[in-house]
């Protein structure tokens, strides 16, 4: 993962290197080290959410700006890398784990975040066949990646063509259709992470 500095890093740059630890499909045995800097990455992104207030209690995710949506996941995300840790004690996690799970959730009530449909799925596993729940959990699965590869994709785009912007601006006026495409790719990448990213994430946690 190269060397990077927590203390001398800004919110979406810790944030995104968290991110890219939680996504890795490794073996923690061998990678505790990674998984402990995410969990202190992401320490570190709660309290800097924190002093910058980004979330009231009187809010909705509709006052939410896209920037700022997928700071929502940080707690999900820690509780996940922290359970990565083996030489931890299990008890111990599990239960700073739900109480955090707990706080997440009603959190995500509060913002009118947790989807219908997914309570709708969960209530019916209860009655579901093995391989019916596996199945779920698949698809869910495959849905996740589909909406972080679109996520990547709006990444990746918008630099491309911030890069282009940058270096036409001194001789060439922006083209029509241009600013109306950033403007597309902030509605897609909102899309992206309140129906899929976010709302599987809760899910997990209510299926718990």
């Not at 949506?69 to 707690?75: E, G, S």
């Not at 729940?133 to 590869?149: H, L, S, V, W, Y």
């Not at 001789?171 to 403007?183: H, M, N, Q, R």
């Amino acid at each position: 993962m190269g060397e990077w500095k927590i203390e001398e890093m800004t919110l979406p740059a810790l944030f995104e290197k968290a991110r890219k630890i939680y996504s890795m499909d490794c073996d923690s045995a061998t990678n505790q080290e990674i998984i402990k800097r995410g969990c202190e990455a992401l320490e570190t992104c709660d309290e800097m959410i924190n002093k910058l207030g980004l979330f009231s209690a009187n809010e909705t995710k509709e006052d939410v700006s896209t920037s700022n949506l997928k700071y929502l996941l940080v707690p999900f995300y820690l509780v996940e890398l922290t359970e990565r840790l083996s030489n931890r004690d299990r008890l111990e996690i599990v239960k700073t784990s739900q109480a955090k799970l707990k706080k997440f959730i009603t959190f995500c009530e509060a913002m009118e975040l947790v989807p219908e449909e997914e309570l709708q799925i969960s209530a019916e596993e209860a009655s579901d066949t093995p391989a019916a729940i596996r199945a779920k959990k698949i698809g869910r699965f495959r849905r996740q990646r589909a909406a972080e590869m679109k996520l990547q994709e709006i990444k990746e785009r918008k630099e491309r063509r911030e890069r282009s912007l940058r270096a036409s601006a001194l001789s060439t006026p922006v083209e029509a259709g241009e600013e109306d495409a950033l403007d597309d790719d902030g509605e897609e990448e909102r899309e992206a992470w309140l129906t899929t990213t976010i709302s599987l994430s809760i899910c997990k946690v209510v299926c718990l």
